[in-house]
């Protein structure tokens, strides 16, 4: 009896290491891979920020011209059509470390290198018990970009989609969404 003990025992190790490699959430989340160069464009398409990572700094270019720079390299950003405003969303994209604080800026509004507005983590998640475990953060949302009337859309775990003004960073709009996961 204690062979077939310790044999099953033998077996279920590999079994257990399988189906561990092969659940969709079972590895660690993965890191951020390093900046890179990057360019991001306005909707219209007007106007263009090209990101140096080495230089850490973003230049705004019109029709070929630069227009404005300013310090920084942002993995999750967006320039608006006028080409004068930018959106920075948090720097680890959809995942909020453990460790995170209610003021937590998870949203900037600039214009050109001035700051207009840094929306905290306490606007944008109404309960943080609804922030959803991964292996090693907290999956809060993601930043959806500039929609057709010229608004900045966030959705959030809690099935909301927040929509915000460009040029104050105020909330406009509140709406009920499912969050894709």
Known sequence: ???????????MVPVLAVIWALAPDAGADEPLPPPTDR??????????AVMDAAANETTVFHQGLPLWRRPGWFRDAFLADDGEHMIV??????????????ETVMISFWRRDRLIRAVPLSE???DTAKL??????FLWGRTVGIDDSSRFVVETV???RLTFDITSGAMVGVQAHPFRR
Request: hydrophobic share 30%; aromatic share 10%; net charge negative.
């Open 132 to 137: 959803e475990l991964t292996t090693s953060h």
């Open 1 to 11: 009896m204690q062979d077939v003990r310790l044999w099953l025992c033998r077996m």
């Open 158 to 160: 809690e099935d909301r």
């Open 124 to 126: 944008v998640i109404e």
């Open 89 to 102: 969303g948090y720097r680890g994209l959809e995942l909020l470390q453990w460790d995170y604080r209610p």
């Open 39 to 48: 360019e991001i464009c306005s909707p219209n398409g007007l106007y263009c």
